[in-house]
């Protein structure tokens, strides 16, 4: 069985309900965050889905030079303190170096590796010292299993707070596929196992000074993955994704968050069911 993993009052893992993490990419403004934050969580009580809001504070990895990276750590981490008191959810950002990490802490409840940045083991250590849950995506280079090495990297400071995210596989040029195995052996190897069903249909660098992405399968893939079987569904989701300042490409239109969920929930139930 995968270990448990904490987040606030939230409990993921083993047989916990699916926990949902979503929001917009990264915070271009207050307003945009409290909105989506507002909606997402008053959809998610009517599900009976636990909800953990997710945005970025800065997105340190672009294609483009030129592309906004943020409204800066200090704005970004008061707004989301706010959030977590209006709404009273746990939150989730990206950490990008050591020198983050301490700030990040006093604020959210899971701190979260980037892809990229996956095998940085002084990165991933600093994290786990917080006491704060650690969720780490896979690399778009890493098999699966190779993902257990670098949870235990965060174990070996003491903390058992671990989640390994599914993003997708480089697969050749601007293509990433979802291996449904990889969903599977990670959680064989002991980890609560989360599947990033909009990053995974991102297509990077595939629009020359931005990434591209392929949206309507944002449904497909998400439906595919309750039923293998997850802990956690993660998702992007932005009022008009059109407009958004990061992700444009791969973000969910809030208007079809609750239609996505209401699926996703029929389908890990009847999952559910079949393996009793």
């Known amino acids: 069985m995968a270990n448990v993993a904490g987040i606030g009052k939230i409990k993921i893992g083993n047989n916990y309900p699916l926990v949902i993490i979503a929001g917009p990419c990264v915070i271009e403004s207050r307003d945009l965050v409290m909105k989506v934050a507002g909606e997402a969580s008053k959809i998610t009580r009517e599900l009976g889905l636990p909800f953990v809001f ?41 950490v990008h170096s050591e020198a983050e990490v301490g700030a990040a802490a006093e604020v959210v409840d899971v701190l979260q590796i980037p892809a990229f940045l996956c095998r940085q083991t002084e ?21 699966p299993e190779d993902m257990k090495l670098q949870a235990e990297k965060v174990e070996a400071v003491g903390n058992p707070n671990v989640m390994l995210t599914e993003r997708g596989t480089s697969f050749g040029y601007h293509n990433l596929v979802v291996d449904m195995r990889s969903l599977v052996i990670m959680r064989t190897i002991g980890y609560p196992v989360i599947l990033d069903t909009t990053h995974s249909l991102q297509l990077p660098g595939g629009e020359k000074d931005r990434t591209g992405g392929q949206p309507e399968y944002i449904l497909p893939i998400a439906r595919a993955g309750a039923a293998v079987g997850i802990d956690g569904l993660f998702l992007e989701t932005h009022p008009d994704p059109s407009k958004a300042l990061s992700d444009a490409s791969t973000q969910l239109a809030l208007e079809l968050f609750k239609p996505l969920l209401t699926q996703v929930k029929k389908i890990d139930s009847a999952r559910r069911e079949f393996a009793r």
């Open 54 to 94: 997710k945005s970025s504070y800065k997105k340190a990895n672009r294609t483009s030079g030129t592309s906004f990276v943020g409204i800066g750590m200090d704005e970004g981490l008061k707004i989301l303190a706010e959030v977590k008191r209006e709404f009273d959810i746990p939150v989730l950002t990206d």
């Open 123 to 143: 990165l991933l250590q600093a994290a786990g010292k917080t006491g704060r849950a650690v969720n780490i995506k896979k690399g778009q280079f890493m098999a």
